[in-house]
T-cell receptor, first 113, second 114 residues
Framework: GQNIDQPTEMTATEGAIVQINCTYQ??????LFWYQQHAGEAPTFLSY????GLEEKGRFSSFLSRSKGYSYLLLKELQMKDSASYLC??????????????FGGGTRVLVKP | DAGVTQSPTHLIKTRGQQVTLRCSPI?????VSWYQQVLGQGPQFIFQ???????GRGNFPDRFSARQFPNYSSELNVNALLLGDSALYLC?????????????FGPGTRLTVL
């Protein structure tokens, strides 16, 4: 089975840093994705980790520890437009499930002035 | 280039009815996946199709079915609608079935069952 946990909601101030944690227990692992989803819109791709370590992309960074079943998304220099839901998703092994992604419930981030 | 397109944008149905949702993938993408997203939750995998063959199925009842056409577009059908089927239905396309390809999501179809 697949179980992915992330906090429901976080609040931060404009210009600050927020870290969204994601823990997973899955039968097989072939990559972890982070998506951003604004209310009423489609998820948009932010990052992808398949090996341990930190991936940095501008103001957003994502970290993965496969042995701990743990990832985080780090948002720096927060802007008002970063207010959105952030979805953690795991892909199972290639042969078993094709391209299937299993998503966590999403973390709603509210950025305040 | 156009992204993933879905139609209709919004749909209202009553219990017991049937609905067909449509998806056109990004040009060149051969894999289409369908997800259901209930308000306040993450998307749940329904189906994946690649080269017109089903490659994966999530934990959904047989009322849900899908198919992929030779042009790689796809339809999701839901029969005997229930109130709990009210959700945002997302279609995602990718270049291939099982590699590291990123999935690109369409804007979704908002289905309301009354």
């Amino acid at each position: 089975g697949q179980n992915i946990d992330q906090p429901t909601e976080m609040t931060a101030t404009e210009g600050a840093i927020v870290q969204i944690n994601c823990t997973y227990q899955t039968s097989g692992f072939n990559g972890l994705f982070w998506y951003q989803q604004h209310a009423g819109e489609a998820p948009t791709f932010l990052s992808y980790n398949v090996l341990d370590g930190l991936e940095e992309k501008g103001r957003f960074s994502s970290f993965l520890s496969r042995s701990k079943g743990y990832s985080y998304l780090l948002l720096k220099e927060l802007q008002m437009k970063d207010s959105a839901s952030y979805l953690c998703a795991v892909r199972a092994t290639l042969k078993a499930a094709g391209n299937k992604l299993t998503f966590g419930g999403g973390t709603r981030v509210l950025v305040k002035p | 280039d156009a992204g993933v397109t879905q139609s209709p944008t919004h749909l209202i149905k009553t219990r017991g009815q049937q609905v067909t949702l449509r998806c056109s993938p990004i040009s060149g993408h051969k894999s289409v996946s369908w997800y259901q997203q209930v308000l306040g939750q993450g998307p749940q995998f329904i189906f994946q199709y690649y080269e017109k063959e089903e490659r994966g199925r999530g934990n959904f009842p047989d009322r849900f079915s899908a198919r992929q056409f030779p042009n790689y577009s796809s339809e999701l059908n839901v029969n005997a609608l229930l109130l709990g089927d009210s959700a945002l239905y997302l279609c995602a396309s990718s270049l291939a079935s099982g590699n590291m390809a990123e999935q690109f999501f369409g804007p979704g179809t908002r289905l309301t069952v009354l």
